[in-house]
């Protein structure tokens, strides 16, 4: 049996549970599909608010599943390339809808996360992590180099020196480490992670949804240019956000002294 990607709602969020405790949630190439297809879902589906992936039991996600990965080795170089780029691929894939999601994606980390589970920890928007968790960039130790995205995650936001020596000697980042630099959004007593993250998720599906998805857009276009292009793009995200529906609940609301009531 593999390990198998569960959805379920909690109020306007919807969880989804990495689950197959007896390989830690090792990942596979349907449940990589099927993460992206999850995300498509919410993106386009109004009551949800935002998303939280999580592990079952004690574990968050130990990575890819080596006997699989070995397999790909006795089909040949050349099939076996093509089969192991488009597994890589399927796991892009995720990545890529857990950036492009217009709505918030929160991470919910107990135990370890090794590996592509590490990389997927770290696509997400907020990361929770219990006060005893690991993070390893574990691909090193048996010969490999990072996939989904972990490498840009960590070279981006650590220091060069503590990036590298987290990629090369997979040294086990600590919630501490990633909470100093920013990775990890709070630090929660163990077991209580997805309590936490719904937490967060509580207070997002409180604001409204439209400029929540224009800030996450705008976070990521700030890495990527410059100030006068960064000057332009709030412009334009602004003036759309003042002319959506929430544009007038919003600022009516502040002046009657109530609670706003996004759509």
């Known amino acids: 049996m593999s390990t198998e990607l569960l959805a379920e709602r909690r109020d306007a969020t919807l969880v989804l549970t990495l689950s197959d405790p007896a390989t830690r949630n090792a990942l596979s190439r349907e449940v990589y599909a099927r993460g992206a297809e999850w ?22 996600c130990a990575g890819g599943n080596l006997q699989r990965i070995l397999g790909v080795r006795s089909m040949g ?5 093509l089969f192991q780029a488009d597994s890589i691929n399927l796991l892009t894939n995720w990545v890529k809808a857990i950036s492009m999601c217009p709505k918030p994606v929160i991470a919910a980390v107990e135990g370890f996360a090794a590996g592509a589970g590490a990389s997927l920890a770290l696509a997400c928007d ?11 960039m574990s691909y090193s130790r048996i010969g490999f180099s990072p996939d989904g995205g972990g490498s840009w995650q960590l070279a981006r936001f650590l220091p060069r020196q503590l990036a590298l020596k987290a990629l090369w000697l997979a040294s086990p980042l600590t919630p501490a480490d990633l909470h100093t630099h920013g990775l990890v959004t709070q630090i929660a007593p163990k077991g209580k992670t997805l309590d936490e993250a719904l937490g967060l998720a509580a207070q997002l599906a409180k604001l409204a949804p439209n400029a929540v998805a224009s800030v996450k857009k705008l976070a990521q276009l700030a890495l990527a240019q410059d100030l006068a292009a960064q000057l332009d793009t709030e412009r334009e995200h602004f003036v759309d956000n003042l002319f959506h529906p929430n544009g007038h609940e919003g600022p009516t609301a502040f002046l009657e002294k109530r609670n706003p009531c996004f759509r």
């Not at 907020?126 to 390893?136: I, N, R």
Request: glycine share 8%; proline share 0%.
């Open 39 to 60: 995300m498509q879902q919410a993106s386009h589906d109004a009551s949800v608010r935002a998303v939280i992936l999580r592990g079952e039991g004690d574990t968050f």
């Open 77 to 81: 170089e050349t099939e076996g390339r």
């Open 126 to 136: 907020l990361l929770v992590a219990a006060e005893d968790a690991k993070l390893v």
